[in-house]
């Protein structure tokens, strides 16, 4: 349904229903709307600690997708998961009652705010939405938040705060974050991924010109000087331009004297415009989070926030679950996870786990996606080269069907034939045993994907733990 610019401001929307509110995403909005008063009723195909949260705060749920779960709602909410041939779709539609999908309601409800941030980027978007989020906390801004990731700071991935400020990381995929009305907009980075919508970087990088013209001409563009293909799409935009970065002498905001501990996390001086406002120290390891605290910082000292707030703020921040997660220490492995599925993410953190004290690095990549997996073949293969050890699982299918033309195995393979000592193992029960077996004191096993990878660091903690 279109012209859905003020319908949440309509005072005949009060019953509103989510088709897949069990999502990281839908859970989150269907909070925000239960605190602003709005019944809320929803579906999904089992019953999760999510689904158990809301059914707490008030919301009627269903488990299974059906059409008599469409019991007159005011207005119907779906994620582009949800086919059109959805029982609930289906009789919504027959009823004729307004539809949106989750990015538009979370525009919506951004809209409410004076000061959106919307934090965008083919990689770090997560953590760098939790960093902002931990500094605007230290500073008492008392912003609402919504946050792909579970963040300990607000018990979860949904802060509903009273200021005007609203942060909320901003996807591209399907050009969501099209919908959204930023007063700031953050971007990380641009690189080619998404390929089962995205045509080619030109794709890319017209939709984050698109999503950076949203942004009025009083507010603000943070982008990172670093990235050739961020500094074109915001070139000439007719706002408040605020670069960084740690190669680019002409950035704003810089980091100087980069050094680390023994657990690789940053220490640095930071700049701007050439004067030294303090020294920063992270509590997360890597030079990638280096770049997103800058980010960070750049943000919300023009917000208005103290660099004593983002000095501490950024030390409070230990990170977001499945970014660098410390899962267990057993025999004196250290068993990490972490999101990382795009080529340029897997180096970016087998580069902070080399940064930490360890003996052999074991690493266990499970590819997301069939179309990832094939486009960035070779890319993926010059990926692990900080590795010493890797296995390579099945690729995980998401919303894809196997095509028949792509295996993990092809990848393995690929990696050996760089000098890399890669194998190929299915069965995560399997891979836990490998693991057993070769893993020693000292020794760092990283599991990496964002699918269900992190169960094989599980098992094998409890493998360990048994004996």
């Not at 000098?419 to 399997?430: E, K, L, P, T």
């Amino acid at each position: 349904m279109n012209n859905n610019s003020n319908i949440l401001e309509s005072e005949d929307i009060k019953n509103v229903h989510f088709i897949g509110i069990g999502g990281s995403s839908m859970s989150g909005l269907a909070e925000i709307l239960l605190s602003q008063g709005y019944k809320v009723s929803g579906s999904d195909i089992k019953s999760s600690k999510t689904t158990q949260k809301l059914e707490s705060k008030g919301a009627q749920i269903f488990i299974g997708h059906k059409s008599e779960n469409i019991n007159n709602p005011d207005l119907v909410i779906y994620t582009v998961a949800v086919k059109d041939d959805n029982a609930e779709m289906l009789r919504a539609r027959q009823l004729n009652i307004p539809i949106i999908d989750r990015a538009e309601l979370l525009g919506l409800l951004m809209k409410k705010h004076s000061f959106g941030i919307a934090i965008a980027g083919t990689h770090g978007k997560t953590t760098t939405t939790s960093m902002i989020t931990s500094i605007m906390l230290e500073a008492n801004t008392d912003p609402t938040v919504h946050i792909g990731g579970e963040l300990d700071c607000i018990g979860g991935n949904t802060r509903i705060g009273k200021s005007e400020f609203f942060i909320t990381e901003a996807c591209e995929y399907y050009g969501s974050f099209l919908k959204f009305h930023p007063f700031m907009s953050v971007v990380l980075n641009i690189e080619v991924d998404h390929v089962d919508y995205f045509k080619d970087l030109s794709h890319i990088k017209s939709t984050f010109e698109e999503f950076v013209s949203l942004v009025p001409p009083n507010g603000y563009i943070v982008a990172c000087a670093d990235d050739e293909n961020t500094l074109s799409v915001v070139k000439n935009k007719n706002c408040n331009i605020i670069t960084y970065g740690l190669k680019n002498p002409n950035a704003m905001w810089s980091a100087k004297n980069i050094r680390y501990n023994e657990l690789g996390f940053g220490y640095f001086d930071v700049y701007k415009d050439g004067e030294m406002l303090g020294t920063v120290s992270l509590s997360v390891p890597g030079k990638h989070n280096i770049s997103n605290s800058l980010a960070a910082i750049a943000a919300c000292y023009t917000c208005g926030c103290s660099m004593e707030d983002i000095i501490s703020g950024l030390l409070a921040f230990g990170g977001s679950h499945k970014r660098f997660e410390l899962k267990g220490l057993v025999d004196d492995i250290k068993v990490i996870d972490d999101y990382a599925h795009h080529p340029s993410e897997v180096q970016a953190t087998l580069s902070a786990a080399k940064n930490t004290a360890h003996n052999k690095l074991l690493c266990v990549f499970q590819p997301h996606t069939y179309t990832r997996t094939k486009a960035f073949l070779d890319k993926f293969s010059n990926s692990f080269s900080d590795a010493d050890n890797i296995i390579i699982t099945d690729i995980y299918a998401a919303r894809e069907k196997d095509p028949g033309d792509i295996h993990s195995s092809i990848l393995a393979e690929k990696l050996r034939q760089n000098g890399v000592n890669a194998i190929y193992i299915s069965d995560f029960q399997d891979i836990a045993e490998y693991l057993d077996k070769n893993a020693q004191a000292g020794d760092l096993i990283l599991t990496m994907g964002a699918g269900d990878v992190v169960r094989v660091g599980e098992i094998f903690i409890n493998l360990r733990g048994n004996k």
